[in-house]
C-alpha cells in the first residue's frame, strides 16, 4: 500500500506493475473561439495531439502556446482555462492514473509540453480505432466531467485492452519526470493530502462537500464538485 513519507531512494521500487491508465474519454475535434473555458478542475489527465492550429492552455496561472505537432498534458487537479482565437484541431484521451493507490506522486511536477514523435499521430489514431465512441458529446467541461462521475468507460476485450493500454502508457511516458515520481512528501505534509485524494477518488459519483476536509479529518459541509 502506498505510504505518504515515500521519498526518491524509494521510488526504484515503482514498476509498470505498480500502474494502471484507464481511459474515459478519446476523440479528436475542430475547435475555435469558442473554446474558452475558463478555471476547470478535473480528477483526471487530459493529453492532447495537436494536429494543425493553434491554440492556448492556462495550467495554474501560466500559459503555454499549442502548436501543430505538439503533444500536451493538462494534470489531474490542476486548475485550467482554454483559449482560442482561430482553429485548431486535435486528438484527445483523458484519462485517470492509479499508482500504488494514489497515483504519480507530484503530478503538477510532469511535463506538460513535449515535441511529439513522427509516429504519436498514428499511435492516437490507433486508440481511437481501437476505442471508438468515447468522444465527448457535450464539450463543456462543467457538463462532461459530471457525466464521468458515473462510472469510467470499460474496454470489452482483453487485447484491445492490452494495446490500448500499451498505447496510453507509451504516450503518458513522454511526461514523467524524475521530480514527479521522487518528490518526498513526508508524513507531516502529504499524510492529510493523500486521505483527501483518496476520499475524492472513492466517491466520485457524488458532490463533494467542502467541510469534508477539516482539522480533525473528513466531515460534513457546503458543495465541492
Known amino acids: ?28 475535434k475542430q475547435v475555435g473561439p469558442w473554446w474558452n473555458f475558463k478555471h476547470v478542475i478535473s480528477p483526471f489527465y487530459r493529453l492532447y495531439y495537436v494536429e494543425s492550429g493553434a491554440a492556448r492552455v492556462c495550467v495554474d496561472d501560466v500559459w503555454y502556446e499549442l502548436r501543430s505537432g505538439q503533444l500536451f498534458l493538462i494534470p489531474k487537479y490542476a486548475c485550467h482555462s482554454y483559449e482560442c482565437t482561430g482553429g485548431m484541431n486535435h486528438y484527445y484521451i483523458c484519462f485517470f492514473d492509479d499508482w500504488v493507490g494514489n497515483g504519480v506522486p507530484r503530478p503538477d511536477k510532469m511535463a506538460l509540453q513535449v515535441q511529439a514523435e513522427p509516429y504519436d499521430l498514428a499511435l492516437m489514431r490507433r486508440f481511437l480505432q481501437l476505442n471508438p465512441c468515447m468522444e465527448l458529446v457535450n ?67 457524488r458532490h463533494i462537500p467542502f467541510g469534508r476536509v477539516g482539522r480533525q479529518g473528513l466531515s460534513d459541509g457546503g458543495a465541492f464538485l
Open 1 to 28: 500500500m502506498y505510504e505518504s513519507t515515500l521519498c526518491a531512494s524509494d521510488m526504484g521500487a515503482l514498476s509498470l506493475r505498480d500502474i494502471s491508465l484507464l481511459p474515459v474519454f478519446a476523440g479528436v
Open 139 to 205: 464539450v463543456d467541461p462543467k457538463v462532461y466531467n459530471r457525466a464521468v462521475y458515473d462510472g469510467a468507460t470499460c474496454l470489452s476485450h482483453a487485447r484491445k485492452e492490452m494495446e490500448s493500454c500499451g498505447i496510453l502508457m507509451q504516450l503518458f511516458s513522454r511526461f514523467v519526470t524524475d521530480e514527479c515520481l521522487g518528490y518526498c512528501l513526508g508524513a507531516a505534509a502529504g499524510g492529510k493530502f493523500d486521505e483527501i485524494v483518496n476520499y475524492i477518488h472513492s466517491h466520485l459519483d
